[in-house]
């Protein structure tokens, strides 16, 4: 009989660590999500701001940046980048698979390189990936798209 018992109560935790676990999955990752967390790029640090690889579409145009396009700011531009960056709110993205993307690469001025990554997909939209914690990007994929050149 005391084996019996121990393999109900065996079997009673294990359905409570999948129901658990179910929860976890479906419900509890988005709504634990803080809403409240924000970037923090301090301007007066900041020497340079460029773009690294990737691809964008914008307006059903192709953006290459690995050879055809780029864009620089410099000192003047970078308070409007880091005031935009700043004010971004969190979003909660559960695939975090871009279809497009474009590093940007922002360079301290004690040499410290920080990377911010602009990311797209059909799913999310537009959003950027900054220490490990996802932003809305659409203001921030307008400022970008008026400082394109192309090479």
């Known amino acids: 009989m005391n084996k019996r018992k121990l393999l ?4 009673v935790i294990a359905n409570l660590g999948f129901v658990w676990s179910i929860f976890n999955i479906f419900y509890y990752k988005k709504a634990s999500f803080d809403t409240s967390k924000k970037a923090t790029i301090i301007s007066s640090n900041i020497s340079k701001i ?8 914008w307006n059903e145009n192709q953006f290459d940046f690995y050879k055809e396009y780029s864009f ?7 308070p409007e980048f880091c005031k935009i960056v700043n004010t971004a709110n969190a979003k909660y993205i559960e695939n975090n698979r ?3 993307w474009v590093e940007i ?3 301290e001025k004690n040499g410290a390189d920080i990377t911010l990554t602009l990311k797209q997909n059909n799913e999310n939209g537009v959003y950027f990936e900054f220490e490990n914690h996802t932003f809305e990007g659409k203001e921030l994929e307008k400022y970008i798209y008026k400082h394109l050149k192309k090479n």
């Open 98 to 100: 871009p279809s497009k």
């Open 72 to 78: 620089s700011l410099n000192k003047n531009e970078t």
């Open 50 to 57: 460029h773009n690294g690889n990737g691809g964008w579409i």
């Open 105 to 107: 690469y922002i360079i």
């Open 8 to 11: 109900i109560f065996i079997i």
